[in-house]
């Protein structure tokens, strides 16, 4: 074999090479992000607290991160609570008996929208549809989201040491932007970390959470009952669309 003939065979085996391991990343990071989704889909009950900073963008510039405090709590197939207080939040949403339930605590007025199925899965989808609600954390709650999950790249970065706890990191890129995910390495993969880059709006505005999980919570039906403090007032709810 020629010199040149040499350097051509070995060119090509590190392509292959390449190619071998890109794709064995991409299988590796989709089957971590799946199996992770399957694992929040398998529980019956779970809470989370999650700290979320968004990005106030105005002309690709950063004007200000606003920051809010989440707690949700999830007792499968139909009740779900929703608690979000910040600086430009203070409200509960409660899912129970087919009641959609949303309260704002700064005006003391809430609307409620009777939905046609009582499922968590079908409430949120009935209810970002119509009222074009946007929810980041809704990932974490659908019991089918690693069925629904769509990405036209993803990236394994391989492990990662957080707090004396150990990571997945992975990130993957759809419609709406590119999301890095840090997943808890082990047998109950659960979200820690999320970071969302907006790509759809200039300057590439970024929403990041940190998550405290309670995958077996001391929940009652209380949690998810809806009762209007007093002197609240009762609002219509327009639909987006």
């Known amino acids: 074999m020629t010199f040149q003939k040499k350097i051509l065979c070995i060119a090509g ?9 890109l794709i064995a990343a991409e299988q590796s990071a989709t089957s971590i992000l799946k199996h992770a989704y399957q694992y929040i889909g398998s529980l019956d009950k779970y809470a989370f607290s999650a700290v979320v900073i968004n990005d106030d963008m105005k002309d690709g510039k950063l004007l200000k991160q606003y920051k809010k405090h989440v707690s949700v709590k999830v007792d499968r197939p139909d ?12 409200r509960s949403t409660y899912l129970h008996d087919g009641i959609f339930t949303m309260i704002d605590h700064r005006f ?3 609307g409620q ?15 970002f549809n119509k009222y074009g609600i946007k929810a980041p954390l809704a990932a974490l709650i659908y019991s089918d989201m690693n069925k629904r999950t769509k990405f036209t790249k993803i990236t394994y970065f391989g492990k990662r040491t957080i707090k004396g706890a150990e ?3 992975i990130a993957f890129r759809n419609k709406g932007g590119v999301i890095h995910a840090w997943i808890t390495h082990g047998e109950k993969p659960l979200v820690k970390y999320f ?4 790509t ?37 709810v327009e639909s987006a669309n």
């Open 79 to 90: 009740d779900l609570r929703v608690d979000i207080k910040g600086e430009t939040k203070d």
């Open 13 to 21: 085996m590190g392509l292959v090479l390449n190619s071998t391991l």
């Open 167 to 169: 990571y997945d990191y």
């Open 113 to 127: 929208i009777k939905l046609p199925k009582k499922s968590i899965n079908a409430a949120l989808d009935y209810i």
């Open 108 to 110: 003391n007025y809430y």
């Open 200 to 236: 759809t709006v200039k300057g590439n505005p970024r929403t990041t959470a940190s998550i405290n999980w309670d995958t077996d919570p001391k929940l009652s039906e209380k949690d998810f009952i809806f009762t209007a403090p007093k002197g609240a007032s009762k609002i219509s």
């Open 195 to 198: 970071t969302i880059i907006d």
